[in-house]
């Protein structure tokens, strides 16, 4: 049986025909065969195979390497050639464009990448998200993504374990933490009025969501989209190292019930975006108690310190909580994305929140325990099985390399902090980051970002969270930093 | 300098030291060194590509093996030692790890796989998301994706080109067609009344949004989500075939309107879930039109079919639409998930609709053009690189290829509808679906979904996407239900 894909001819028995057919005139295929030509794509898939290891791990990786190869848009534009014409191209082009590709992306598993909440190489982690793609499983039935269901429940149950919700709860991993901080609000809306699902809040009284004003943006975003509206999100001030204050979070309460408005709902926050900070999470569970407000906290980010014995007092109080988001893929570095949403409910009230029982995929008389089928706990359809990124690190490295990873992180971080202080008129050189941030960039030396906050000029935001990073790389930053800007 | 991860020594001018550390005790990391091992990890990572190509790409694909390896969810936690623990595990023990979550995975890649709206191995896709997780790239600003940006701009403005939108338009990839779906109808609500993401719809009139019986269930989530409600999407009927019938459109716009109601968005589906039936787009239009409402076709399955001369009339009259959802990920074959939302609007809408401004991330003193920052675009934050699954593919095959593909696609689903009219009997088969599933499942022989649809009992969904699909295929298929059956 004669078979070919993508352009080059083969047969089952024979060797490859070299010769490309890219331009076969529409209609000339032949049903009575298959298309597919498995041999061509394994070794395409090898080539790129060995491409992605000593590019984007090998090279990426190596301290001794740029963390960027700037270029502007313009000329980024040039170097791609982005155009999609009528025709395909060869293989070692396709090749190539897969070294360009990684070339002029950023390397954010790099010991030098400070830039964002995420950061270093985690080949368990990164392992798992090959496999995930390679088997193109979605999700949403026990029927066809049998192994990664059961892998999500193991994970979820773990992940509630740890918290501390001692009568168990469920879960969902989703496409990042804004949507679990999403889920959350529906959820905490749904449970003060399941009516809205279906009639809408047209006729409602108006709803109000409390947070901290150095909340992530995704609660307003949610509160937007959700149709509740970001004026309906009430920031509550917070102290001088970024805290939530309670008694400010009273008052707000206070003030949305005289307005005759509904609070429904605290998001407090366990790791803020821009310093870190840890809402005092038992002193707001007495006042959610008090106010019956759904308690949720967005713990994407400092989530990780509940693996820690040392750290786990930050989030003291959060199994009394309703419900969590915390993202593994930040500081437990497993491959983006991989965000878990966790609510200490036990009566299903992710599902009955978000199901629409679709016959075609969620079908009452199939052969096994539909109760496996999890697709309609999802506001989504199609999702990815996220969770096993997370499932195959924890196997390989066991809760206790977790706990060291997230305490050497907050080591580093503290030895940070001590280095600046050491360091005479850091604070200054901060008033000049855009312009020192320019500068690091076009040299591919380090990427860090930069933010104002309040009344204070722009500063930059170190995170810390690799292991590959040494106390080396901290010196580095700040020499480096001194030396971009010491001219300005 | 001496480096260890995940449990394994060494040192950078040293070989392997084979001894793993994995339980050294809390607090004896050394922050004077960096913990990576990049040797360690490349091995383990080149030893997992090995298996990923012999067992989820070549056994994967091929057509003698078994599609699905049956086991009850009680069975198969047993075989998959789900339990995470202390201590972690050997490389060895976490290799054949890999090699059980896909063996114990649905092959959906298998020619036999006709279960779900996706189907077939596409390497040039599959190769792109292995480079997108490999390099850990978040798409929210340029300065972090310059590559990702660039080529999902291209991408997008080669979608509108094909949809025929000649003035330009915008767009978003998506972690799903239901997420594109809810994109539309929260822009179509924001133009309706820009003052809801502020105020939310406390004192709003009752919006209404209408769609065909036969739509994705996703319509009703997001307006479930959106604090619209369910019951204010109203259903319009279909014809025999499962198209939305214009009339009935517009007598269900009058029963809104004489209610009090504001109706503010049609959703026609292209590709229906169940029977593939295309809405009259064209007509749809005019009344659309005439009402002023926000027009948005999910084209998540068929959108495909805008890519072939030959079938393109069934999409006649997108070019007049505001807004489209269009999975790649479906019909076109490339990788999960790949999913665009294109909007015909050039006034920055989507920007304006969903624009947080966060500060640590979209600085307005950047050294670029910041209008390369997309994050705003999206509800989400972490966004992955999706619409690079799509370039890398179009590249390799050009534009002629992928329509060869839907030609290919849809001549074979011609051919199974001929070949089911000429065997007597088959209906009769179809009311014991649930039957011959959990047989075809158990077996492992082929997947093919089941599902009532009014009416009528169970019957059969076959889903042709993939160029690995043979005649000869599809005549197992029916064969097969029939053998399956034929005792029943």
């Given at each position: 049986m004669e078979r070919h894909i993508n352009g080059v001819k083969s047969s089952e028995s024979q060797a490859l025909v070299a010769e490309p057919e890219k331009c076969s005139p529409a209609g000339s295929f032949d049903v009575n065969s298959s298309t597919a030509d498995e041999q061509v794509a394994e070794s395409f898939i090898r080539q790129a195979m060995e491409i992605i290891v000593d590019e984007a791990v090998k090279k990426a990786t190596n301290v001794q390497e740029k963390v960027c190869e700037w270029h502007s848009p313009e000329q980024l534009k040039k170097l791609l050639d982005l155009e999609l014409r009528d025709g395909g191209e060869a293989e070692s082009e396709i090749l190539q464009r897969c070294r360009d590709a990684i070339r002029y992306?950023?390397?954010?598993?790099?010991?030098?990448?400070?830039?964002?909440?995420y950061a270093g190489m985690e080949p368990y982690s990164m392992v798992a998200s090959f496999i995930a793609e390679a088997v193109k499983t979605n999700l949403y039935t026990y029927e066809v993504a049998p192994v990664f269901t059961l892998m999500e429940d193991a994970v979820l149950r773990k992940m509630i374990k740890v918290i501390g919700w001692e009568e168990g709860g469920d879960g969902i991993f989703n496409p990042g933490g804004s949507l679990s901080n999403m889920y959350a609000v529906n959820l905490a809306r749904y449970r003060y009025c399941p009516d809205f699902k279906e009639v809408g809040m047209f006729s409602a009284p108006r709803l109000v969501i409390l947070t901290s004003?150095?909340?992530?943006?995704s609660i307003s975003k949610g509160a937007a989209l959700m149709g509740i509206g970001t004026k309906n999100v009430y920031t509550v001030p917070t102290d001088e190292r970024g805290r939530m204050i309670p008694s400010a979070l009273e008052e707000k309460i206070m003030l949305a019930k005289s307005e005759g408005a509904v609070p429904f709902m605290v998001n407090a926050t366990a790791g803020t975006t821009v310093l870190g900070a840890f809402d005092p999470i038992d002193e707001i569970a007495d006042i959610c108690e008090k106010h019956n407000l759904w308690l949720h906290v967005d713990?994407?980010?400092?989530?990780?310190?509940?693996?820690s014995k040392k750290h786990k007092h930050l989030l003291?109080?959060?199994?009394?909580?309703d419900s969590v988001a915390w993202n593994p893929?930040?500081?437990?570095?497993?491959?983006?994305q991989c965000s878990a949403f966790l609510v200490r409910d036990k009566t299903s009230l992710l599902q009955h929140c978000h199901s629409a029982r679709a016959s075609y995929l969620f079908q009452q008389d199939k052969f096994y325990d539909v109760s496996y089928d999890t697709g309609d706990k999802s506001v989504q359809c199609s999702r990815k099985p996220d969770a096993f990124k997370f499932w195959l690190m924890w196997k390989a490295l066991g809760s206790r390399e977790l706990e060291q990873r997230v305490d050497r992180a907050l080591a580093m971080a503290r030895y940070l902090a001590e280095e600046i202080k050491k360091r005479e008129g850091f604070r200054l050189v901060l008033e000049v980051a855009p312009v020192v941030k320019q500068r690091m960039m076009k040299k591919g030396s380090m990427m860090v970002g930069y933010q104002p906050l309040g009344e204070k000029a722009n500063f930059f935001r170190m995170v810390v969270i690799s292991p590959q990073v040494s106390r080396q790389d901290l010196d580095f930053v700040l020499n480096e930093i001194h030396n971009l800007g010491k001219d300005l």
């Amino acid at each position: 049986m004669e078979r070919h894909i993508n352009g080059v001819k083969s047969s089952e028995s024979q060797a490859l025909v070299a010769e490309p057919e890219k331009c076969s005139p529409a209609g000339s295929f032949d049903v009575n065969s298959s298309t597919a030509d498995e041999q061509v794509a394994e070794s395409f898939i090898r080539q790129a195979m060995e491409i992605i290891v000593d590019e984007a791990v090998k090279k990426a990786t190596n301290v001794q390497e740029k963390v960027c190869e700037w270029h502007s848009p313009e000329q980024l534009k040039k170097l791609l050639d982005l155009e999609l014409r009528d025709g395909g191209e060869a293989e070692s082009e396709i090749l190539q464009r897969c070294r360009d590709a990684i070339r002029y992306s950023v390397k954010t598993s790099h010991p030098r990448f400070f830039n964002q909440l995420y950061a270093g190489m985690e080949p368990y982690s990164m392992v798992a998200s090959f496999i995930a793609e390679a088997v193109k499983t979605n999700l949403y039935t026990y029927e066809v993504a049998p192994v990664f269901t059961l892998m999500e429940d193991a994970v979820l149950r773990k992940m509630i374990k740890v918290i501390g919700w001692e009568e168990g709860g469920d879960g969902i991993f989703n496409p990042g933490g804004s949507l679990s901080n999403m889920y959350a609000v529906n959820l905490a809306r749904y449970r003060y009025c399941p009516d809205f699902k279906e009639v809408g809040m047209f006729s409602a009284p108006r709803l109000v969501i409390l947070t901290s004003q150095e909340c992530h943006y995704s609660i307003s975003k949610g509160a937007a989209l959700m149709g509740i509206g970001t004026k309906n999100v009430y920031t509550v001030p917070t102290d001088e190292r970024g805290r939530m204050i309670p008694s400010a979070l009273e008052e707000k309460i206070m003030l949305a019930k005289s307005e005759g408005a509904v609070p429904f709902m605290v998001n407090a926050t366990a790791g803020t975006t821009v310093l870190g900070a840890f809402d005092p999470i038992d002193e707001i569970a007495d006042i959610c108690e008090k106010h019956n407000l759904w308690l949720h906290v967005d713990a994407c980010w400092g989530g990780a310190a509940i693996m820690s014995k040392k750290h786990k007092h930050l989030l003291k109080g959060i199994h009394r909580v309703d419900s969590v988001a915390w993202n593994p893929h930040k500081m437990l570095m497993a491959s983006l994305q991989c965000s878990a949403f966790l609510v200490r409910d036990k009566t299903s009230l992710l599902q009955h929140c978000h199901s629409a029982r679709a016959s075609y995929l969620f079908q009452q008389d199939k052969f096994y325990d539909v109760s496996y089928d999890t697709g309609d706990k999802s506001v989504q359809c199609s999702r990815k099985p996220d969770a096993f990124k997370f499932w195959l690190m924890w196997k390989a490295l066991g809760s206790r390399e977790l706990e060291q990873r997230v305490d050497r992180a907050l080591a580093m971080a503290r030895y940070l902090a001590e280095e600046i202080k050491k360091r005479e008129g850091f604070r200054l050189v901060l008033e000049v980051a855009p312009v020192v941030k320019q500068r690091m960039m076009k040299k591919g030396s380090m990427m860090v970002g930069y933010q104002p906050l309040g009344e204070k000029a722009n500063f930059f935001r170190m995170v810390v969270i690799s292991p590959q990073v040494s106390r080396q790389d901290l010196d580095f930053v700040l020499n480096e930093i001194h030396n971009l800007g010491k001219d300005l």
